[in-house]
């Protein structure tokens, strides 16, 4: 195409661009009128409360729309003697974008949500398979484009149809992913790959495991498969929820702007630890009590503790009627009883199906003598059952439980015989016992026990899908708190083996999928990176082989990185240096370190005059974190301060320094005074 046409079909995209601007303003104000006519509308109480809510929610959701591009790609299909496998889009032309913009409910849309069917051909199609697309174009935009049509600087056309790809990779597209990053986390719905759109499209009663190495944006993948659902099942998902999961709060900051800028608010984006705080966290556990109370086989011994409490019945039961008395026989009782701890339900059902069951017998009597009983008749006789029910089935706490077998040494051996050794019940039990439960001082492992006793006394209410990211790090009682909440409904799991950091975490995934309750979920490894450059990778992957996992090795398909290895007497002086140099070119920089090395570079680096920040500042240009919260997060420029150091520092030390190395999506300074740990 000579220079003439270039410009003129450029000039016809902005002012498609401009006209998309219009019509989204009007949608926008739609959205508010309808907020006010809604109000106004004749409708029963219930039904106008949820109208209303829609409408709000609808307005409120078009409001906060983030300003930027309005679309990022267009696919043209071939013409209707050219293709059958275009089928109804023959000869039509579609805009792609973050969310569908049209003028009209009813009128074609100017621009076609990113998730909306016919958008697949966009990410999947190729000259081998173009799916009956003719020409595929995507539009490169000024960095940090507010959405103004003069920041839509050019296109790339591949014409699909006549079997012509790009011979190498897309320029606009490789630029869009290198582009420097300060701030949260971007969403990548420009630039989605084949093999992440598959995950992304997946059908919402599947669950699905991705390990992805670093860089191939398997959180990305998480998110947007998130956002897709919203879109593709919204009364499915509107019915159970979504749930997206995350290993910290910074982690949860940095994703934060994902979801809305996709269109998508009001998705709860949690922690397993803010899932289950029962209580603040007031203690800390030695290593080892950690490590038991993590461990699966507490379940069986929580278990036992809860149903220990359920006692046969010492004698037969006399309900007092006016001047007759009800008699239910001690084997009756015992037979019932019996029966409803073989049914196994949670035990504040079972509780209410003793109960049921002693009542029915007794009405039962009282019917065959004169009638029909009313509820309030049966309400009175279940007060005289009472006593019995608390003496055979009683009513406990999570806490109750769990204080009883921490304080008592020979409840806990009752319980744990057979499962865990002398020297784990001693790591468990209390030194200094509190006076009863309710001054108890709970630690975070605690937490977990207390939520896996709930789930035992009453199920939990669950989700329609769980997204959960960094799940290698879960320990089996932390993977059960989930599996409770997703027991009919379906998972998301992201993660890498290589970089598990906890003492307890998965080394491998059929264990870890069978402890969330979806043991039959399809592992699906992502290898090929797109975020870190082939030169951190390679240096990565020589630490790879060191750890105790089988994953499959990483590649990249960017070669413009850059790696420096900086030995030196003074890696402080060095790491101030290299994050000086990396401060006089564009994008983030984080300089990564041993937690305990961390004071001492903060007051060098603030000698320097570079204040740094902390992680939880996403958009910093200079930020200072310790090593055991790097992971999740991404920086242009990454300076990680003696390796030694840091690998040394803790258990899972190696895969500590593996999720250090792998933060850098540009450019990585090894500062070292010592050999390297690879």
């Known amino acids: 195409m000579n220079a ?107 621009v076609v949500d990113w998730r909306a069917p016919v958008s697949r051909a966009f990410y999947r199609a190729s000259a081998h398979d173009p799916q009956g697309v003719a020409v595929r174009r995507r539009f490169g935009w000024a960095p940090g484009s507010r959405g103004d049509s003069a920041d839509l600087t050019g296109y790339e056309d591949e014409l699909l149809g006549q079997g012509e790809e790009l011979s190498g990779p897309s320029a606009l597209l490789a630029e869009e992913i290198e582009r420097p990053r300060v701030g949260p986390m971007r969403d990548i719905a420009a630039t989605i790959q084949p093999e992440q759109d598959e995950l992304v499209r997946g059908d919402l009663g599947l669950s699905v495991c991705v390990q992805g190495a670093p860089g191939t944006g398997k959180t990305a993948v998480g998110l947007h498969r998130a956002a897709y659902l919203l879109y593709t099942y919204p009364q499915r998902i509107r019915r159970g929820g979504l749930l997206i999961l995350g290993p910290n709060r910074t982690f949860l900051a940095y994703i934060a702007e994902v979801l809305p800028s996709l269109g998508e608010t009001g998705v709860r984006q949690s922690t397993v630890d803010d899932e289950i705080a029962r209580h603040p966290v007031r203690a800390v556990d030695e290593p080892r009590a950690a490590a038991v109370k993590h461990d699966a086989r507490m379940a069986r011994v929580l278990h036992r503790a809860l149903y220990a409490r359920v006692a046969l019945p010492a004698d037969s039961l006399a309900v007092v009627d006016g001047s007759y008395r009800w008699r239910v026989s001690l084997g009756e009782l015992e037979r019932i009883v019996a029966d409803v701890r073989d049914e196994a339900p949670a035990y504040a059902t079972g509780r209410e199906r003793v109960q049921t069951r002693v009542l029915a017998l007794v009405r039962d009597q009282a019917e065959r003598r004169s009638g029909t009983r009313t509820y309030a008749w049966l309400q009175k006789m279940g007060r005289q059952v009472r006593g019995f029910l608390d ?47 309710k001054s108890a001082k709970w630690s975070a492992a605690d937490l977990v026990l207390l939520d896996e006793l709930a789930g035992l006394i009453e199920h939990p209410e669950g989700y329609g899908h769980i997204v959960l990211d960094e799940a290698q790090d879960l320990s089996p009682m932390q993977a059960r708190v989930i599996a409770r909440r997703a027991r009919f409904g379906s998972l998301t799991v992201l993660g890498d083996l290589a970089q598990g950091t906890t003492p307890w975490a998965a080394r491998n995934w059929p264990g870890l999928l069978a402890h969330l309750g979806k043991p039959d979920a399809e592992v699906i490894p992502l290898t090929t990176g797109f975020r870190v450059p082939e030169a951190v990778v390679e240096l990565a992957n020589r630490l790879l082989g060191t750890l105790d996992v089988m994953v499959p090795a990483a590649r990249s398909l960017r070669r413009d990185g850059e790696l420096r290895l900086l030995p030196g007497p003074d890696v402080v002086a060095a790491a101030v240096e290299a994050a000086g140099r990396a401060l006089e070119r564009d994008g983030s920089v984080g300089v990564i370190a041993a937690d305990a090395q961390l004071p001492v570079l903060r007051a060098a680096l603030t000698a320097a005059g570079f204040d740094p920040s902390g992680p939880e500042e996403t958009a910093a240009r200079l930020t200072l974190l310790p090593a055991s919260l790097a992971k999740g997060l991404e920086y242009d420029h990454v300076v990680v301060v003696e390796p030694a150091a840091i690998a040394e520092a803790e258990e899972r030390g190696r895969e500590r320094l593996y999720v250090a190395l792998t933060r850098a999506v540009s450019r990585l300074d090894v500062v070292h005074g010592r050999e390297l740990p690879f």
């Open 4 to 110: 003439p046409d270039l410009r003129h079909a450029l000039a016809e995209e902005r002012s498609h661009h401009d006209h998309c601007r219009t019509a989204l303003a009007a949608m926008v104000e739609g959205a508010h009128e309808q907020v006010v006519v809604g109000e106004h509308a004749s409708a029963s109480g219930a039904d106008a409360e949820v109208l209303g809510y829609e409408l709000r929610s609808r307005a409120k959701e078009m409001a906060e729309l983030p300003e930027g591009p309005l679309f990022f790609g267009r696919i043209d299909f071939a013409g209707v003697r050219d293709s059958e496998v275009a089928g109804d889009h023959r000869g039509q032309s579609y805009h792609i974008g973050r969310l569908r913009i049209t003028e009209h409910p009813a009128a074609p849309p100017l």
């Open 391 to 437: 003496a055979v089935w009683p009513k406990v706490t999570p806490e109750e439980v769990l204080a009883g077998l921490l304080a008592d040494p020979a409840a806990l051996a009752a319980a744990a015989e057979g499962i865990l050794t002398a020297g784990e019940q001693q790591a468990l039990v209390w030194a200094k016992p509190p006076r009863s439960f």
